[in-house]
C-alpha cells in the first residue's frame, strides 16, 4: 500500500493521518506532543501505520466469519488491545532498565532497599498490565507516561506503605526516566508484536479457524506500507527539519481537512490548545480569508485545562460536568487567570460548580464568536474542529451562540475526528504534491541511544539532598 | 521614516530570497543613494548639535503635515520626535525608553512614539547619531488628523517652558478640500506661525526664498513619483513598503526643498532606472530580490524594533510590497500633488490638508483600491499598531470593501510602532505564511478532490 502522511504538530498533542492515492483515509495516529517535537511527529505517524495495519486487518477478519470464528467485532478488539499491551510491556521494560540506570548511578540514595522496592514495583506493573488492556475497562488516556505515571504510583504508594518507606524514595527514579524512555523512538516491530498479541488472545478459537486467524495476522504484519509523500503543519511546524516545501500552514490545513470530511463548510472554527482560528473557505476547501487570536491565549483550550487544574478536575470531566447546569454564573473577566480568580471567588459565595463551569464555556465560546464576527461571520455551513470540539458543553454552547447571531438554520459540524482535521489537510497537501511529481518525505533521525544515554545520566551533584 | 540606514545587510549576488539560510554573512555594499542619504543625516544632527553656538533656531514639529520649507526659509531647524522615536525603536532602545515614560506615569495604551520621545528626553535626549539634541526654540504643531499630537506637545511645553504654534489643519471628513478650509489654514500661516516664526528668529519672511525651497521641493517630488511608479515593472526594481521608507527619509524630514533632498533624488531615481533596465529587484536584508513570487500592497505603518525581521519574513518568502500608504503620509505626490512655486501660502496650505492621515476612511480605501489595481497586486496586508487608535481604527472595515471591490484577498497583523512587546514573532510569522500560502493554494487551484465521508451533525437543523 502506498500512502501519504499529514503531520499536525500542536502544542498539546500531535496527529498523523495516511491517506491513499485516492486520497481514501487509511490510518490515523496520536500522540502527547512531550518536550520534543520530533520523537512526537515520528511516533504519531507510527501509531497511524499502526492503525492502518489493524484497518486492513479487520476487513480480512471478515473472512473468517464462515469459519466459525462468530464474534469477528470482538477478536479485532480484542487484538488491538493485546497489541497495546505488548507495547506496553516492551516500553515498561525500557522503563525498567532506564530506572536501574538511574539509581545505579546516584550514589547514596541508590541504597539496597531502594533497588529492592523498584524490582518490587516493577513486577507489579509487570503483572497488572494484562488486566490494564484486556480487562475491559476503559483507560483515561492512551499515552505510555499516563498509564505508566498512574501504576508506578499506584504501585509504589502500596510497596512504600507495605515496608514502611517514604513514598517520595521510590518516585524521584520514575520522574527522571520517564522523559528519556518516551523521547526515545524504539524501532517497531509491527509483526512479531501483533504475532505475540494474537497467540496471547487465541486461546478460545476453534482449531481451523485458528490456524487461519495466524495467517492473517501475519501476512497483515508484512504487508509493506511506503509513505511517498509527507507534509506537515501545526505549531511546531518551524522547529522540524521539514525541508520548507512539505511545511504547509495549519489555517491552510484545518481549512481543507473540515472541508473534506463537511465539503458543504464555508467556515471552519478550530480552538486548539493555545490558539483560535476562525476560517473561511471556498467550495474547494480554499481558505479565503481567517482571523487569529492574538497576543492573548484566553479562549484557547488551555484556558479549559487551567480551570480543570484550578478544579482538580481532569480536562475531559469540565464538559459533562458543566452540562448538569441548570444557570450559568456570568463570568465576567477575558483574562485566563482573572477567570481562575473569579472561579475563587464565585466557589466562595456558594455558586455550583457546575454553573460556574457553564459560565466559563460560555466566557470561551464567545471571544471565538467574535473572532467569527471579525473573519466575515458565518454564512451557510459551520465546521467545529481542534482539541476542544471534543467537549460536549463547548459545541452545546457553540449551538446556541450560533442560532442566536446567525440563525438556527446554520449547518453546525463535528466530527469525532475533528481534531485529526489538520493532520488530514495536510496528507492532502501531500497528495497534490505526489500528483504534481513534488513529493517530500519525513525524515526522522533515529537519535544515538549511546549518546543519549550519556546526556541522561544524571549528574549527582545534587544527590545529597536525598 | 527612516534617516539612518541600518542594518540593510544585503549585497548583489547574495542567496536570492527564499533559499535556504539566506544569513549575509559577507562584506556590506550599500546603493550610493544610501550612503549619501546617511550623510546628510549626519549632517543635519551635527548642525543640530551646534545650533545654539551658531545662532541657529530649532523648531520641533511633525511628519504629516510639515512645513519644512517655510523653516528652510527662516533657516530654522526642524526637530521630528516621531523620526527620533523610530530610531530609538530601530536601535532597540525604545523598549528603556517606554518603560521610563512609564514610571513617570504614562499609562500602557499611550503611543508608543510619545513615550519613546519623552523617555528619551528624560535620560539625556541623544539623537540617533549619538549627539544631544537641542532644546526647541519653538513647537511648530502641525495638526492633521492626530489628536495625541496635541497632548504630546503639551508635555513637551511642560518641559522646555517654549512656544507652542498651533495650525490646525481641518479633516478632510468628506473627501475634499474646499476652498474655505483652504482659506482657513493660509490665514492661520499668515496670522499666527509666520509672526511667531518672525518673531523668534528676528527676520521677517523672504517669499522669494520661500520659493525657491518650493521649486526645489517640486524637482525631488517629481522624481520620488517616479520611483513610486517603477513598482509597477515585473520584477519591481523596488520594495514600496520596507525599502520604501527609506527613501521617504529625506522628503518627509529635515531635507524638502534642499539641494540634497533634489541630489538624493536624483541620484535614487537613476539607480532605480539602471535596475529596471538589468531586470532587477532591489536590496533588501536577505539580498537582491529577484524572486518576487507575490505583489502586495501594504497599509499601516511596519513595527520599528523588529524592521529587519519583520521584512525578512516577506522576503523570505518572495513577498514584495510594490506600494504602501504609509509612505505616502508625508504627501501624496504620486495622486498628482506638487509644490508650486507660484503660490507659497497656498501650496502649503494643499500640503498640509492632502496627507494621508488627514484623509477619510472612504478616501484611504480609495486609494488602497486604486494602488491594488494600478501596482497589478495579488494581495494586500495591513499592518494594525496598537499604538495609533486614530490611524488603526476602521482597517478591518477597509480589508472587508477591498476584498469586495477587488477580489484580492487581504491579511492582516498586529504589531506596534516601538513597543517591542507588541511584537510576536512567531504569530505574525504564522498568519504571513498562512496568508501567502492561501495565495498561492487560490492561484493553483489544483487540489485532490475531495470525497466526503459520513457527517456528524451536533444540533439540530429545522
Known amino acids: ?466 | 521614516m527612516s534617516l539612518v540606514t541600518i542594518g540593510n545587510k544585503g549585497l548583489k549576488g547574495a542567496p536570492p530570497a527564499g533559499a535556504e539560510g539566506s544569513a549575509v554573512t559577507v562584506p556590506v555594499t550599500k546603493d550610493a543613494s544610501q550612503q549619501r542619504q546617511k550623510r546628510m543625516i549626519a549632517e543635519h544632527f551635527d548642525r543640530l548639535s551646534t545650533a545654539k553656538e551658531d545662532g541657529k533656531k530649532v523648531a520641533y514639529t511633525f511628519v504629516p503635515g510639515n512645513l519644512t520649507e517655510l523653516m528652510g526659509a527662516f533657516e530654522m531647524l526642524p526637530v521630528l520626535p516621531e523620526i527620533n522615536a523610530l530610531q530609538s525603536g530601530m536601535r532597540g532602545k525604545s523598549g528603556a525608553y517606554i518603560s521610563e515614560a512609564e514610571r513617570g506615569g504614562h499609562s500602557e495604551d499611550v503611543c508608543s512614539y510619545v513615550k519613546c520621545d519623552i523617555g528619551m528626553l528624560r535620560t539625556g535626549n541623544v539623537g540617533p547619531t549619538g549627539k544631544v539634541l537641542p532644546k526647541p526654540d519653538l513647537l511648530l504643531l502641525s495638526y492633521t488628523g492626530c489628536f495625541t499630537f496635541m497632548k504630546w506637545f503639551e508635555l513637551l511645553k511642560e518641559e522646555y517652558n517654549c512656544p507652542v504654534v498651533m495650525l490646525h489643519v481641518p479633516y478632510q471628513a468628506d473627501g475634499i478640500i474646499t476652498p474655505e478650509m483652504r482659506q482657513y489654514v493660509v490665514d492661520q500661516l499668515k496670522s499666527d506661525v509666520i509672526p511667531q516664526m518672525e518673531q523668534i528668529t528676528g527676520k521677517k519672511l523672504n517669499l522669494d526664498k520661500l520659493s525657491e525651497q518650493l521649486a526645489r521641493s517640486r524637482r525631488a517630488e517629481d522624481a520620488l513619483v517616479k520611483v513610486w511608479e517603477s513598482a509597477k515593472n515585473k520584477p519591481s526594481p523596488i520594495d514600496g513598503y520596507f525599502g520604501g521608507v527609506y527613501y521617504i527619509g529625506p522628503i518627509f524630514s529635515a531635507f524638502r526643498g534642499s539641494e540634497d533632498a533634489v541630489a538624493y533624488y536624483e541620484e535614487l531615481l537613476a539607480e532605480v532606472n539602471e535596475r529596471i533596465k538589468d531586470g532587477e529587484g532591489p536590496m533588501t536584508p536577505a539580498g537582491v530580490m529577484n524572486n518576487q513570487k507575490y505583489r502586495l500592497v501594504v497599509e499601516g505603518p511596519p513595527s520599528w524594533t523588529h524592521f529587519n525581521e519583520f521584512w525578512n519574513m516577506f522576503s523570505n518568502e518572495g513577498a514584495i510590497a510594490v506600494a504602501s500608504t504609509y509612505t505616502r503620509v508625508g504627501g501624496l505626490y504620486d495622486q498628482g500633488f506638487r509644490h508650486d512655486p507660484q503660490d507659497p501660502l497656498g501650496t502649503l496650505a494643499d500640503y498640509c490638508l492632502g496627507c494621508y492621515t488627514n484623509r477619510s476612511l472612504p478616501s484611504r480605501i480609495d486609494l488602497l483600491e486604486k494602488y491594488i489595481k494600478q501596482y497589478s497586486a495579488d494581495g494586500f496586508l495591513i499592518n494594525s499598531v496598537k499604538s495609533c487608535n486614530s490611524f488603526s481604527a476602521g482597517q478591518l472595515m477597509i480589508l472587508r470593501e477591498l476584498e469586495k471591490r477587488t477580489g484580492v484577498p487581504g491579511a492582516f497583523v498586529e504589531s506596534d510602532l516601538v513597543d517591542p512587546r507588541y511584537f510576536g514573532k512567531a504569530n505574525i510569522e504564522n498568519r504571513l505564511q498562512s496568508y501567502l500560502q492561501m495565495l498561492e493554494a487560490r492561484k493553483s487551484g489544483a487540489l485532490a478532490a475531495a470525497t466526503a465521508e459520513k457527517p456528524f451533525v451536533i444540533g439540530s437543523n429545522p
Open chain 1, 1 to 466: 500500500m502506498r500512502v501519504c502522511v499529514g503531520v499536525d504538530l500542536g502544542s498539546t498533542t500531535t496527529k498523523a493521518i495516511l491517506i491513499d492515492e485516492e486520497g481514501k483515509i487509511v490510518g490515523k495516529g496520536i500522540t502527547n506532543s512531550r518536550s520534543n517535537y520530533e520523537v512526537a511527529s515520528a511516533v504519531a505517524r507510527d501509531e497511524a501505520v499502526t492503525s492502518a495495519r489493524f484497518n486492513l486487518l479487520a476487513r480480512k477478519l471478515e473472512g473468517l466469519k464462515g469459519e466459525g470464528a462468530t464474534e469477528i467485532g470482538a477478536l479485532d478488539e480484542k487484538l488491538r488491545a493485546a497489541f497495546r499491551l505488548e507495547l506496553y510491556l516492551d516500553e515498561l521494560a525500557a522503563l525498567r532498565q532506564r530506572v536501574t540506570e538511574v539509581v545505579a548511578a546516584a550514589g547514596v540514595r541508590g541504597t539496597a532497599q531502594v533497588k529492592d522496592a523498584l524490582a518490587g514495583i516493577f513486577d507489579r506493573m509487570t503483572t497488572d498490565a494484562s488486566a490494564l488492556f484486556l480487562g475491559g475497562d476503559a483507560r483515561k488516556s492512551d499515552f505510555f507516561r499516563d498509564i505508566a505515571g498512574a501504576a508506578f504510583m499506584h504501585a509504589a504508594e502500596k510497596l512504600a506503605n507495605e515496608r514502611g518507606m517514604r513514598f517520595e524514595e521510590l518516585t524521584w527514579p520514575f520522574d527522571r526516566a520517564i522523559l528519556d524512555v518516551e523521547t526515545e523512538l524504539r524501532e517497531l516491530d509491527f509483526a512479531a508484536t501483533l504475532g505475540r498479541a494474537a497467540r496471547r488472545i487465541a486461546g478460545g478459537l476453534p482449531e481451523g479457524a485458528k490456524k487461519r486467524f495466524f495467517e492473517i495476522v501475519d501476512s497483515v504484519g508484512t504487508e509493506p506500507i511506503d509513505e511517498v509523500a509527507f507534509s506537515g503543519t501545526g505549531y511546531g511546524r518551524q522547529t522540524l527539519p521539514f525541508p520548507k516545501a512539505a511545511v504547509r500552514s495549519e489555517i491552510l490545513c484545518h481549512g481543507r481537512g473540515a472541508h473534506r470530511y463537511f465539503p458543504g463548510t464555508r467556515t471552519v472554527l478550530d480552538i486548539g490548545g493555545q490558539d483560535t482560528k476562525a476560517i473561511q473557505v471556498d467550495d474547494k476547501g480554499v481558505v479565503t480569508t481567517f482571523q487569529m487570536n492574538d497576543r492573548c491565549a484566553a479562549g484557547c483550550g488551555r484556558y479549559l485545562g487551567y480551570i480543570a487544574d484550578e478544579l482538580n478536575l481532569g480536562l475531559h470531566e469540565l464538559g459533562p460536568l458543566a452540562l448538569k447546569s441548570c444557570k450559568s454564573v456570568r463570568i465576567n473577566s477575558t483574562c485566563t487567570v482573572f477567570a481562575g480568580a473569579e472561579l475563587r471567588e464565585r466557589l466562595s459565595l456558594g455558586e455550583e460548580r457546575e454553573d460556574i463551569l457553564a459560565g466559563l464555556h460560555k466566557a470561551i465560546m464567545l471571544r471565538a464568536m467574535s473572532l467569527l464576527a471579525r473573519s466575515g461571520g458565518v454564512k451557510s455551513e459551520l465546521t467545529f474542529t481542534g482539541g476542544v470540539c471534543k467537549n460536549d458543553m463547548a459545541t452545546k454552547v457553540l449551538r446556541e451562540l450560533v442560532d442566536e447571531n446567525y440563525g438556527s438554520d446554520i449547518t453546525l459540524n463535528a466530527h469525532p475526528d475533528s481534531i485529526y482535521m489538520g493532520a488530514l489537510g495536510a496528507a492532502m497537501f501531500a497528495l497534490d504534491d505526489l500528483r504534481a511529481g513534488k513529493a517530500n518525505l519525513l525524515v526522522v533521525k533515529r537519535p544515538d541511544k549511546q549518546a543519549m544515554k550519556n546526556y541522561a545520566n544524571p549528574d549527582d551533584a545534587c544527590a545529597s539532598c536525598g
